[in-house]
Nanobody
Framework: QVLLQESGPGLVKPSQTLSLTCTVS??????????WNWIRQPPGKGLEWMGA???????YYSPSLKSRTSMSRDTSKNQFSLQLTSVTPEDTAVYYC????????????WGQGTQVTVSS
């Protein structure tokens, strides 16, 4: 059983940096052909893919968020992280981490999601 768990502050002030971590158990984030993603869903809107970090450590970012996004990983803790800079209230969303199978091209595991609100 693969489990993903998001963690981080639920409230961030405008212009600050949003930082979230996804802790993975039951699988290694370095296993071949798996990609570890961040996806968000603003209130009343659809899912938005933000980016991913691959099993080999490469980063892939959404073009619309690339200038404000960075992702990293800690293989010793089997975690990967998201940082989103210069947040505004439009970044308020439920943030999910998810695992994507590169071979079969689908998401097979998701975290439960964490609400992040941007407000002063």
């Amino acid at each position: 059983q693969v489990l993903l768990q998001e963690s981080g502050p639920g409230l961030v002030k405008p212009s600050q940096t949003l930082s979230l971590t996804c802790t993975v158990s039951g699988a290694s984030i370095t296993t071949n052909n798996y990609y570890w993603n961040w996806i968000r869903q603003p209130p009343g809107k659809g899912l938005e893919w933000m980016g991913a970090i691959g099993y080999e450590g490469s980063n892939y970012y959404s073009p619309s968020l690339k200038s404000r996004t960075s992702m990293s990983r800690d293989t010793s803790k089997n975690q990967f992280s998201l940082q989103l800079t210069s947040v505004t209230p439009e970044d308020t969303a439920v943030y999910y981490c998810g695992r994507f199978q590169g071979s079969d091209q689908y998401y097979d595991y998701w975290g439960q999601g964490t609400q992040v609100t941007v407000s002063s």
